[in-house]
């Protein structure tokens, strides 16, 4: 049969090319890695959500790249002349082309499969078949696309400059590169007319969210006739030699399309609510993260960095916040998450309210404090250190031991007098006790804040190893409000 | 081989007309090509062979004008007619990393009939590149391999565009031996051509086109007798004679003198030679030297049209 001779052939021949052989199966393994590596960190349920992502870029390039200006190509090298004598026709140039792409594609999606599960663990959250209906759809319709861009351009020039427009967009608007829960509304409602976004959204659901592949028929429904489309539109506009020109005439026609995608994407801006559904796939990613903040939390130098809370009241369970109200005093305070945290850190915690004077010349009281556990190896640790931003007055920092910090938390009075004052370098060393309380006035910007610890570099030989510590920070000076945000927590 | 009457009409052509926007490319062209004869079109480049031939092949379609290829409507009937015919592109470009003998191969593979492919490298020297990409073969290579894919179908008519354009006079001849070849197999060959003498060496009938036009039709031999130029003779004379006497000789046409040699111009030749070998006895001289050369091709198409063949 002519049409899988050519596709065989085809292949053949991309085998034999070592640039094709790269772009083809190397370059997806390259995003991959960097996706996996750099943005999922390698944890395995966060892969599994930018698997989808991944796979798409691999199925859009192989439409645009390896189908549509491989089209061009051959066109104005002049070797589809040839097959022009040979009583075969331009379905079955399309269709062995077509084909072609699509057996190219399959081994490479199982590449990059066996690549996820063998180097990062990826769960198996979709069936074979689901997988295959994906990428046999994907392929499909992203053929469409290079197809209908090789139909409607007349030059290599004018093809290169259609598939950049159209690539790019799809690249960074549909939740290839930058998940869509990320993408601002506007941004998130242009991407509900666009291919690539079905795709992806309904990847990522089904490979993180394990949810069944029927409920995204409309996308598969609307992915598959943009490939049928495509296809006929190819057919129509087929041109055998170079010279052959189309009227923008045609062209306008082609644009009959996007017809598809206009429907889709007006009725899941009207009737339909994606983002409810691409926001449960993205919790996947968050959880994912935190899973990696936790296990950096298990490294033992971290105390808190806030990344893996997802919660206020997440929040509220590790850290505990006291004010003098316990003695009829009128402070109040409250903690939050904050987002983003320090450089760019997913979350850090804000410490916020109000610091009233307290009865008698004794002052106002509040403190926030968390358990810590001071790791076993300690030695060559030299204290704790955090990230600090906040309003312009002065707070303490204090790291007590158990029993002491039982008695602290239960304590009724607040301290009689004022830390030491803050020095120039945004924190001085409060006494020279084992039980140190530093004072620190912290600025607009994120600052890094040391409490030397002398004792940890040996907690057993002053009988302190036993847990756990209270990491304490509390509010002093002057009555009024305050605004204290911390984040990145540890020993150093 | 089709099952036609020796030296019945195979290819019919009728009153074609083909316009590219303006540009008149075929202007009422009519011939008609025989079975088992080698045909040519000759022409300057833009004289319509290009389009003919590609008519021919159903790849284009008249304006106007009738056309039947071994009884077939080339725009009706492609498919089928694509089955019966062989054609060699001007230029043949088949993708760099393909094999010679997968290029055979694939081709075969697209019609119900094929030769075969170990004959095919044999017969067109491709034996010993048969594993050699399409990259790496020389421009005769190329052609042979060229020629080689037209015949893949073994078809009764094969249609050959410039076969042996930008090739060294070597090349050139092997090429031509592989025509030859077909003729004695009594294929039909259709080729276009510029060359004045691979017209004149390879085809039974040539017609001669210009500016779409069909400008002279008939075997070398008849367009060259039909064009009254005469053959050349050049003398050198033991004596010399004047020259309105030279123009008495029976058969001279033209007769004038250059770096001191007589040159004529007879019809028929052979008659004026003897005629001339005569004068000179009976006038005490003799010839000291004699060059015949023959009318070509380039001489009807220069009295046709007024101008010279441009390559």
New interface residues.
């Given amino acids: 049969m ?1 049409t899988i ?2 596709a065989l ?1 085809t292949i ?2 991309v085998m ?2 070592k640039v094709a052989l790269f772009f083809t199966f190397l370059f997806p393994l390259v995003f991959l890695f960097a996706y996996s590596g750099l943005i999922a960190h390698g944890n395995p349920e966060v892969v599994a959500y930018m698997f989808g992502p991944v796979v798409t870029l691999n199925i859009m390039g192989s439409g645009f790249f390896g189908l549509g200006i491989q089209s061009v190509m051959q066109r104005e ?3 589809l ?2 097959y ?6 331009p379905r079955t140039m399309l269709l062995s082309n077509l084909l072609a792409n699509y057996l190219l594609e399959l081994p490479t999606i199982g590449l990059l499969l066996f690549s996820a599960i063998v180097f990062f663990h990826m769960p198996i959250k979709i069936g074979w078949v689901t997988l295959w209906v994906l990428v046999t759809v994907g392929t499909f319709a992203f053929a469409g696309f290079g197809l209908t861009i090789a139909s409607v351009a007349n030059t290599m020039q004018e093809a290169q400059v259609y598939n950049n427009i159209v690539w790019f967009t799809l690249l960074f608007l549909s939740g290839v590169t930058f998940p869509l829960p990320m993408l601002p509304r506007g941004i998130q409602r242009l991407a509900m007319f666009f291919p690539s976004t079905y795709l992806v959204s309904s990847f990522q659901s089904i490979t993180a969210q394990a949810e069944p592949l029927l409920e995204h028929w409309p996308e598969m429904v609307v992915l598959a006739a943009s490939g049928v489309f495509g296809l006929l539109f190819a057919m129509k506009l087929f041109r ?1 030699e170079k010279e052959e020109r189309i009227s923008t005439r045609a062209k306008l026609w082609s644009g009959v399309f996007v017809l598809p995608f206009l429907i889709m994407g007006l009725w899941m801006n009207t009737r339909a609510n994606p983002t409810a559904m691409w926001a449960r796939s993205y919790n996947v990613l968050g959880q994912g993260s935190a899973a990696a903040s936790n296990a950096e939390a298990e490294e033992p130098n971290v105390i808190e960095d806030f990344d893996g809370i997802q919660a206020s009241e997440e929040l509220l369970r590790r850290w505990q916040v006291s004010t003098d109200s316990d003695v009829m005093g009128q402070s109040m305070a409250e903690i939050s998450l904050l987002t983003p945290g320090a450089e760019g850190t997913r979350h850090a915690m804000r410490l916020k309210g109000h610091l009233a004077p307290g009865p008698k010349n004794v002052q106002g009281y509040v403190s926030a404090r968390c358990e810590v556990q001071v790791p076993a190896q300690s030695r060559g640790l030299h204290g704790i250190e955090f990230e600090a931003r906040g309003e312009s007055r002065i707070y303490q920092v204090g790291f007590s031991p158990p029993k002491l910090a039982q008695s602290c938390c239960s304590k009724s009075a607040a301290p009689e007098s004022p830390a030491p004052g803050p020095s120039a370098a945004g924190w001085v060393k409060a006494d020279a006790t084992s039980l140190p309380a530093i004072s620190f006035v912290p600025g607009e910007a994120w600052q890094n804040v040391r409490v030397p610890i002398a004792w940890l570099a040996d907690p057993s030989e002053h009988g302190l190893a036993d847990g756990p510590w209270v990491l304490e920070v509390s509010v002093t000076g002057a009555p009024g409000e305050f605004t204290l945000d911390l984040d990145q927590i540890r020993f150093y | 081989m089709a099952l036609l009457e020796e030296n019945s009409v195979l290819v019919s052509v009728q009153n074609l007309h083909k316009h590219y926007g303006d540009l008149a490319a075929l202007r009422d062209l009519s011939f008609d090509i025989l079975q088992g004869e080698v045909f040519g079109l000759l022409g300057p480049n833009g004289a319509g062979k290009t389009t003919t031939i590609e008519i021919i092949e159903g790849l284009r379609q008249p304006d106007s004008g009738s056309v039947r290829v071994c009884g077939l409507d080339p725009a009706q009937e492609t498919m089928t007619l694509k089955e019966r015919i062989g054609a060699q592109l001007q230029s043949t470009v088949l993708p760099d990393k393909m094999r010679v003998d997968e290029a055979l191969h694939l081709f075969a593979g697209f019609y119900r009939r094929s030769a075969s492919v170990q004959m095919l490298l044999e017969r067109f020297g491709l034996e010993e590149k048969r594993h050699t990409f399409f990259e790496k073969l020389s421009g005769g290579q190329k052609q042979r391999l060229a020629l080689a894919l037209a015949l893949v179908n073994d078809p009764e008519l094969v249609l050959l565009d410039e076969p042996t354009v930008g090739l060294d006079p070597q090349l050139r001849r092997d090429i031509y031996a592989l025509i030859e070849r077909f003729r004695e197999e009594g294929r039909t060959v259709l080729l276009t051509t510029h060359y004045i003498e691979e017209a004149e060496r390879l085809c039974d009938r040539v017609a001669i086109m210009d500016r779409g036009q069909l400008v002279a039709l008939g075997t070398p031999r008849e367009l060259i007798a039909r064009s009254g130029q005469g053959t050349r003779l050049e003398v050198r004379l033991a004596k010399p004679v004047g020259i309105d006497r030279l123009k008495l000789i029976e058969g001279v046409i033209d007769c004038h003198e250059a770096e001191g040699a007589y040159l004529l111009r007879a019809q028929p030749a052979a008659v004026t030679i003897a005629t001339l070998i005569r004068f000179l006895e009976s006038n005490d001289n003799s010839l000291l030297d004699l060059h015949i050369a023959r009318p070509s091709l380039e001489d009807v198409f220069v009295e046709m049209t007024g101008r010279r063949m441009e390559h």
């Avoid at chain 1, 022009?84 to 026709?89: C, D, E, F, T």
């Fill in positions: 002519p001779r050519i052939l053949r021949l034999r090319t090298r002049g070797s002349r040839r022009r004598l040979a009583p075969i026709g055998w």
